[in-house]
Nanobody, 123 residues
Framework: VQVEESGGGSVQAGGSLRLSCTASGSTSSAVSMGWFRQAPGKERQGLAVMTTNGRTAYADSVKDRFTISQDNTNRTLYLQMNSLKPEDTAMYYC??????????????????WGQGTQVAVSS
């Protein structure tokens, strides 16, 4: 499975961005997917994940501000990020993993990763 994300950029605090992720490969339609981020000096963090049956889970830090969604017609995963804060500044990654029944936010449970897209939020 190949994963590629896009849509990062720079925005002022309170602004919005939407990240996109496409997964391709023979099993790309039967995988759990999610969004993660890693800031300098910090561990990679699970933000929002989705199973193939549509179950989602969010990190407390982004709940009510970020929304994960998927367009099955073009196999694209989205992360809508609203009310962005300077502490949201990080490299954002999309990843794919096994077809979990319940959503998993642990990055170690995902095997296929994109190259990342930078998000910078200024105050």
């Amino acid at each position: 499975v190949q994963v590629e994300e896009s849509g990062g950029g720079s925005v002022q605090a309170g602004g919005s961005l939407r990240l996109s992720c496409t997964a391709s490969g023979s099993t790309s339609s039967a995988v759990s997917m999610g969004w993660f981020r890693q800031a300098p000096g910090k561990e990679r963090q699970g933000l929002a994940v989705m199973t193939t049956n549509g179950r989602t889970a969010y990190a407390d830090s982004v709940k009510d501000r970020f929304t994960i969604s998927q367009d099955n017609t073009n196999r694209t995963l989205y992360l809508q990020m609203n009310s962005l804060k300077p502490e949201d500044t990080a490299m954002y990654y999309c990843a794919a993993g096994p077809n979990y029944i319940f959503p998993q936010t642990d990055p170690q449970k995902y095997y296929y990763w994109g190259q990342g897209t930078q998000v910078a939020v200024s105050s």
